[in-house]
T-cell receptor, first 114, second 115 residues
Framework: DADVTQTPRNRITKTGKRIMLECSQT?????MYWYRQDPGLGLRLIYY???????NKGEISDGYSVSRQAQAKFSLSLESAIPNQTALYFC?????????????FGDGTRLSIL | AQSVTQPDIHITVSEGASLELRCNYS??????LFWYVQSPGQGLQLLLK??????LVQGIKGFEAEFKRSQSSFNLRKPSVHWSDAAEYFC?????????????FGTGTQLKVEL
């Protein structure tokens, strides 16, 4: 079983709909992250959480919200989806202190908004 | 703020040839540097990381990278490329913020391997 699991893997929806992407992990890591990937832009950080009570905005948080329901679960919501939020979304986790710990990624959710 | 530049968007090499993927970073302190690989339909897999010490680091799948502070570079190399190495490669720099790590990624280099 994957250590970082994202659901759904693919989603097609319409403009204006509310969408939730879910991430769960079995690695026991405290830190979790949400990124979006767009062709030619690499990965950009949306939100990150260092523990259950700590949520922080990344560089592109507008239009998104998150919920850290438990250490192992971190959900990303699009309150009212718009077409330019069509992208590949990744969840990642890391352990320990500081930036020495590498991040471990899920397989991604491909989201298309019509 | 930190940044990462991968100047080559696409690279094509023949199977068996050597490979070098370029990465330049901008960061005010000692950088923590990573290379990740993304195969189609997959997430990112860590190839190798540099924190300190020996500037030549070895990774998985026969990859290595060399940290050159004077050039602000962390180029990825492989002596002999295999067809299965075709993928997208991302360089990233880590920063320490409020007790945890944040990664800034480059825009990626797509590697094509010709048989």
């Amino acid at each position: 079983d994957a250590d970082v699991t994202q659901t759904p893997r693919n989603r097609i929806t319409k403009t204006g709909k509310r969408i939730m992407l879910e991430c769960s992990q079995t690695k026991g890591h405290d830190r979790m992250y949400w990124y979006r990937q767009d062709p030619g832009l690499g990965l950009r950080l949306i939100y990150y959480s260092f523990d259950v009570k700590d949520i922080n905005k990344g560089e592109i948080s507008d239009g998104y919200s998150v919920s850290r329901q438990a250490q192992a679960k971190f959900s990303l919501s699009l309150e009212s989806a718009i077409p330019n939020q069509t992208a590949l979304y990744f969840c990642a986790t890391s352990a320990g202190q500081g930036s020495r710990q590498p991040q471990h990624f899920g397989d991604g959710t491909r989201l298309s908004i019509l | 703020a930190q940044s990462v530049t991968q100047p080559d968007i696409h690279i094509t090499v023949s199977e068996g040839a050597s490979l070098e993927l370029r990465c330049n970073y901008s960061y005010g302190a000692t950088p923590y540097l990573f290379w990740y690989v993304q195969s189609p339909g997959q997430g990112l897999q860590l190839l190798l990381k540099y924190f300190s010490g020996d500037t030549l680091v070895q990774g998985i799948k026969g990859f290595e990278a060399e940290f050159k502070r004077s050039q602000s570079s962390f180029n990825l190399r492989k002596p002999s490329v295999h067809w299965s190495d075709a993928a997208e490669y991302f360089c990233a720099v880590g920063s320490f913020t409020g007790g945890g790590n944040k990664l800034t990624f480059g825009t990626g280099t797509q590697l094509k391997v010709e048989l």
